[in-house]
């Protein structure tokens, strides 16, 4: 009887230290899980939220300047997205929303820019070339 005894609370001492190690790694395990969502759901709705063409006419026409600005700028997530969720789903897709839709003004600004650069520097070496080319009517 005794043996059954010795036997009887080492098997209560394994399963009270399984429970004590166990439920942190769930609690961090559902985190992770909660912290996927919100990121994959942030991303998706920042790409379809940010103006991308209001962004890239703006790099052509501001250059420098609107790189800056579209760097700066940090847009707000729809509430409708977060509506009934939890405090830390609210933390993560709100980070991750600003995060995403400041990358995506900031290169379509870049490309804005880059194409005003390309144009610019296309006009100026066909006027060069029309001066080099043009025969002289004076003599």
Not at 41 to 51: G, W
Not at 56 to 79: K, M, R, T
Not at 87 to 101: G, H, I, L, N, Q
Request: aromatic fraction near 12%; include cysteine.
């Amino acid at each position: 009887m005794k043996r059954k005894s010795k036997l009887h609370s080492r098997f209560n001492a394994v399963i009270m230290l399984c429970l004590i190690f166990y439920s942190p790694f769930v609690s961090h395990a559902l985190q992770n899980s909660v912290r996927a969502d919100a990121i994959a759901a942030a991303e998706r709705d920042a790409v379809d939220q940010v103006n991308k063409p209001l962004w890239f006419f703006g790099g052509c026409l501001g250059g420098i300047l609107v790189i800056i600005l579209a760097n700066i700028h940090e847009p707000y997530p729809p509430a409708s997205s977060l509506l009934g969720k939890s405090p830390e789903y609210v933390s993560f897709y709100t980070d991750a929303f600003r995060a995403k839709s400041r990358n995506l003004q900031t290169s379509q600004a870049m490309r804005g820019c880059a194409a005003n650069c390309i144009v610019v520097t296309g006009c100026y070496g066909c006027m060069i070339l029309n001066v080099v080319l043009e025969e002289s009517y004076y003599y």
